[in-house]
């Protein structure tokens, strides 16, 4: 095959499905409860386990003194239009001391911070939460850490939470109000709503702060069971859950069709632990800062917008009545893209597939159309073509011949190069072509963030029920091997619509990939060229 320029710098689940794979390596996936407040909650249903705490650091004080560092508005330039944004996390605290943590604090003019421990009543919330058997829970340092990362444009007010006595939740909404805060994250909740009256009150009389909170994570119905905070019914407040790779509640957490608002992706999310090191966080807490993140990124280009403008812009861009048994709104796929005028086409051309040219007029010849996508540099064009010419010629044998190729190389923001379902919800509705002009969509991307990740991956009709967007396409990831087999037997997949694989020797759809399996055999190829056909994704 050989490429023709087109142009340069172009702006512009059920229980029956398939899953289509390469080379699969389970991904380690450790779930991070939320916090429940001790002695509100049911023994044994939601605290973390032992191998999910953090006990007690020897060599650091309970409350450290507050390092001095300039105010993020002073040495953080923004991305683009916007302002910053004050957002507070009640939690557990934060750990004030790691760079990344102290350099985005909120500061009063004389360098101290506008947070507050409203445990200990004193003006150091540092991360702590002891529980009845000695063991300290590191819990805010991990949610704060995605806020940041999530959100640039936002100065963090982090509060700790009042255990000894909820009533002074009062004073902690009051003190969010005086101090600008205008989106208060609450990844925390309990069984009682005595507990969360004294809130309630508070969270009523100042309609122009929105609070988000965590659906939890008891694998139950808060409609039929609640969960406070998030039950208490409040207009300026968004209640968010977790959502898996199918776009379902994730494994272990609430949901409420009722109750609860949104779906957000918030399994093996990369966070700051309170040591610093950086690994996966999973459930509905991690939900909320990537919806307050969202919530932030909104005020920051609307300044005077309040709680009430935000949910009911949020509702416009992201109500699409997705998981309608689980939530009552929607599934918010990739809460940090706002603007899709980030992702551009930087080159296209088109691959011209020279060795079956001449065999266009052959009745038995099925041409495919591919459209492919090249979200990392790291793929070369000599790598893509290779690929691509190689997984050509293992399907010709078939008569299935790729033509026509439309390659374009993408710039995006970087969490869009990598295979994730909320993700590329976002890049598909780019860049995807709809309706008439529909092809099979081969995406070149830099690896995957799937819980099952698989270095090369199909997505046929069977497991994309409740995500449309990526059927028929195949994604590859740059630690493949042998990707011309890989690419062509993930698309086998897709053309025949089926997720089975054989034991036949030297068969092209062994489980397992290798430079010996190739062939096909002729059942194969009929059932691949019918569906083809069938589903139009070729034609004579």
């Not at 320029?5 to 172009?10: D, G, T, Y």
């Not at 690896?447 to 497991?463: I, S, Y």
Request: aromatic share 6%.
């Amino acid at each position: 095959m050989s490429r023709a320029s087109l142009c340069s710098s172009v702006s512009t689940p059920d229980n029956n499905l398939l899953v289509y794979s390469l080379a699969a390596c389970l991904l380690l996936r450790i779930r991070f409860q939320y916090l429940m407040l001790p002695g509100l909650l049911l023994a044994g249903l939601c605290m973390p386990s032992h191998a999910q705490m953090q006990t007690t650091e020897t060599d650091i004080p309970d409350n450290p003194a507050l390092p001095a560092m300039q105010p993020v508005s002073e040495y953080k330039a923004l991305p683009g239009p916007g302002v910053i944004v004050r957002v507070a996390l009640v939690d557990s605290g934060v750990n004030y001391l790691l760079p990344a943590i102290n350099q985005r604090l909120a500061r009063r003019a004389n360098g101290s911070m506008l947070g507050y421990d409203f445990w200990d009543l004193d003006d150091l919330p540092f991360d702590s939460h002891p529980s009845s058997s000695g063991r300290v829970v590191r819990h805010g340092t991990k949610t704060a850490s995605l806020l940041l990362r999530e959100a640039p444009m936002v100065e963090l007010v982090p509060y700790r939470y009042p255990r000894p006595d909820m009533t002074r939740m009062t004073d902690l909404v009051l003190h969010a109000v005086e101090h600008d805060v205008r989106i208060v994250g609450l990844p925390l909740g309990g069984n009682l709503k005595s507990e969360w009256l004294a809130f309630e009150s508070a969270a009523r009389a100042h309609p122009e702060v929105l609070f988000v909170a965590s659906a939890g994570n008891n694998s139950r119905d808060i409609d039929k069971k609640p969960v406070y905070p998030a039950s208490l019914g409040l207009d300026n407040m968004l209640v968010v859950t977790s959502a898996d790779d199918f776009v379902r509640p994730a494994e272990g957490v609430n949901r409420g069709r009722i109750g609860v608002d949104y779906l957000i992706p918030a399994e093996n999310q990369l966070v700051t632990r309170f040591d610093g090191s950086e690994g996966p966080a999973s459930g509905s807490s991690y939900a909320v800062p990537r919806m307050a993140a969202l919530a932030a990124r909104l005020q920051s280009m609307h300044p005077e917008w309040r709680a009430p403008e935000l949910i009911a812009e949020i509702r416009r861009r992201f109500a699409n009545g997705a998981a309608p048994k689980a939530v009552a709104k929607g599934y918010i796929g990739d809460p940090m893209s706002l603007d899709a005028s980030l992702i551009q086409v930087q080159a296209e051309f088109e691959l011209l597939n020279d060795e079956h040219a001449s065999q266009s007029h052959d009745a038995d010849i099925i041409s495919v159309p591919l459209d492919v996508l090249v979200l990392d540099n790291k793929w070369s064009d000599t790598r893509v073509d290779k690929i691509i010419t190689e997984a050509s010629r293992i399907l010709a044998s078939c008569d299935l011949v790729f033509n026509p190729v439309s390659i374009k190389r993408v710039r995006m923001p970087d969490h869009l190069r990598d295979l994730a379902t909320g993700t590329s919800q976002t890049v598909m509705g780019a860049l995807r072509n709809t309706g008439p002009a529909h092809r099979t969509t081969l995406v070149f991307a830099r690896e995957t963030r799937m819980a099952m990740a698989f270095d090369g991956e199909a997505f046929g009709r069977g497991n994309t029920r409740t995500r449309p967007w990526l059927q028929d396409s195949v994604w590859l990831m740059l630690a493949v091997d042998d990707g011309g087999i890989a690419l062509a037997h993930e698309l086998f997949h897709v053309l025949a619509n089926t997720g089975e694989h054989v034991s036949q020797k030297g068969n092209l759809m062994q489980a397992h990939t290798a430079g010996n399996n190739v062939a096909l055999t002729m059942k194969q190829c009929a059932a691949a060229r019918e569906n083809t056909l069938e589903y139009q994704l070729g034609r004579r």
